[in-house]
Each structure stands twice: as C-alpha cells, then as structure tokens.
C-alpha cells in the first residue's frame, strides 16, 4: 500500500514536543519535503530545546506555536493552510488525571473538540489522533478521557459534510523509552544502585511498542484510513516483573499493590468491539457504525472479520517478548 504522500503538505503536530511529537517531527523531515510543519505545544523551554536540536536552514518550513488545544482561537490561527493533524497533545499519567480530574477532562476531551471544530473550519484534510489501550474498557479517569477523545474524533466524520475532512484513531500501548514509562523509571533507580525495584502485582501484563513502531503506525494509518476508524497494531505483551528482571537481573522486586486507576491487563480490542473489527496482517481496525460507513475503504480486500467473541488483551496476546528482545528495544545493553 502507498503511502499518503506528504510532500508539499502542511503538517501540525499538537503535542509537538513530547516523545512521540520529537520522534514524528524528526521523520517526516528526514522522509519527505513538506511545505510547513507546525509543532504546537504550551512548553516554550521544550520549544526552545527543539529549536536548537532541529537545523532550522536545512529545515526552514519548521515553525513552533506556543498554544493549548484548550484554546480553540490558537488551534484554528495554527491550522490556517495545514492538509494533516496529528494530535497528540493530552494529559497521560493516570495518576494525575485521578488527582486532577477537571484538568484532565479541559485537556483530553475539551482539547479534543477544539481540534475537531479548527480542523473542520480550517478545511484540514485527515486528522489522526492518538489514543491509549487505556481507553478500552476503561477504569481509570485518564482512561475514560481518552474513550470519549476516541468517540468525538469518530463522531466528527458525521460533521465533515462537503468539507470532507477525515477523522481517525490510532491506539496502541506502552511506548518503550517514554516519559512517564516503566522504563525510564526502572533504569533511574538501577543507576541509584536501588536495593529493590518496586512492582505493583506480578501477574501484570502490558502492550509494548517503540516509538519508532509508533510513528510508522501512524504514518501507514494516515495511508490507509477512510475516516471513523481505530487502528490498533498488533504488537507484543510482556510481564512487567520480566521487564523489571531484565532490565535488573538479581535485583530483588518488592510487591507494592495495584496502585488507583490500574489494571492487571490492558485491552486494545474489546469483546463489544469485535462486531466492527476486522483483521489486517499487521492491525486491527475497529470500523464505525455510524450509517455513514458506506464506503470500501483501500484495505477492505485484505480484511476479515474478527472471530466473535474475539478480544485483544495483553495477557491472551500470542506475541511476547522475550529479556534479550526487550532490551534490544529499549536500547540497554546487558
């Protein structure tokens, strides 16, 4: 399948200068000659970092907007002649969204209609936005935020009317190497000469991808998508007391208990999903039932349905990585 052509376009990135917005800016700048790329973002410091570590005269079509997707205004004064959004601007850490339940909702669900609304009167051609396994079935406020994130991109295909603008979702699991990862966590107190590494239950499993994997996703969903959809790769599961044994071999681990919001697993497809899902070699799609899903989207011939009753959940997954390839991922020697 060919790849959405992005050169010449205009690109924004709400949430430019997290670890997912670096890695995607840094790209599709190698990859393609774009006509603008806008990082958006609210930190002038991460900004001002990012400026320095981007050749702005190799790179002059970069530019940096200080902004909120809480701001409606800001968003459709950045999109003004943009073709593609990726957003991945939210507020991520489950227990912060627990202790701070009203900021989470003004950023996660409230950012996500100002982004919908300034694309549809910006006349933006596709919008991808990034969810969370978390969103599936979710316990926790962060969680929930992101499922009704997920349904008003979904829904905003209903709104695009002769605009035609596209709207879908790409959701995956947990970003090896990220902010607010295990990983960084686990390597911080390794290099502390820790006693002990904490874990919350040893039965816990999670998804596991690399940021890498995460750009290339959203990269081919932007290819593929026909607007309404869900992409969810299939990745690898792994226990987090063997990613804690990898990462520190003889390292005793201390029990600390499930901690607010947490789940012993993660599920990307839902039993109540699997009647909309269909199966691709590297993905699954979860389609719309909205009534306008009438079309034949371009991967319609490689899918097939899900069998029913059929789930996606880290602890049934038939992927698992294995010490060696995990920390080939994470980059850690051994």
Request: glycine share 6%; net charge neutral.
């Amino acid at each position: 399948m060919a790849d959405f052509d992005l050169n010449g376009k205009g690109i924004l990135v709400t949430g430019g200068t997290g670890s997912f917005g670096r890695r995607f800016v840094e790209t599709v700048l190698s990859r393609y000659n774009l006509r603008r790329l806008i990082v958006f973002s609210r930190d002038e410091l991460k900004q001002y970092e990012m400026a320095m570590a981007v050749n702005s005269e190799r790179f002059p079509c970069v530019r940096y907007f200080i902004g909120d997707v809480r701001d409606q205004q800001r968003l459709e004064m950045a999109m003004r002649e943009v073709d593609v959004v990726v957003h991945a601007a939210a507020l991520k850490h489950v227990s912060v969204a627990e202790y701070n339940p009203f900021e989470c909702i003004k950023t996660n669900v409230h950012g996500a209609e100002n982004v919908v609304q300034a694309a549809l009167r910006s006349r933006v051609q596709r919008v991808v936005a990034l969810s969370t396994d978390k969103a599936a079935a979710p316990i926790n406020l962060y969680g929930a935020s992101k499922l009704a994130s997920d349904k008003i991109f979904i829904a905003a295909n209903n709104l695009s009317g002769t605009i035609g603008t596209r709207f879908s979702v790409v959701r995956y699991g947990n970003v090896i190497g990220s902010r607010g990862s295990v990983v960084p966590f686990f390597k911080r107190l390794i290099s502390e000469n820790a006693k002990e590494l904490p874990i919350t239950d040893p039965r816990m499993t999670r998804f596991w991808i690399t940021l890498d994997q995460g750009v290339e996703f959203v990269l081919s969903s932007l290819s593929m998508m026909d607007g309404g959809e869900i992409f969810v790769p299939k990745i690898p599961s792994m226990k987090v007391v063997d990613v804690a044994s990898a990462m520190g071999p003889g390292i005793p681990q201390k029990v600390i208990g499930i901690r607010p919001g947490e789940k012993l697993h993660e599920v990307m497809v839902s039993e109540d999903d699997a009647h909309n899902t269909v199966e691709l070699p590297d993905r699954y799609v979860i389609q719309p039932s909205f009534a306008y899903w009438q079309r034949k989207p371009v991967y319609a011939a490689a899918a097939k349905p899900v069998a029913e009753g059929f789930s996606y959940s880290s602890d049934s997954n038939g992927h698992w990585l294995q010490a060696d390839d995990f920390l080939r991922l994470a980059e850690i020697e051994k």
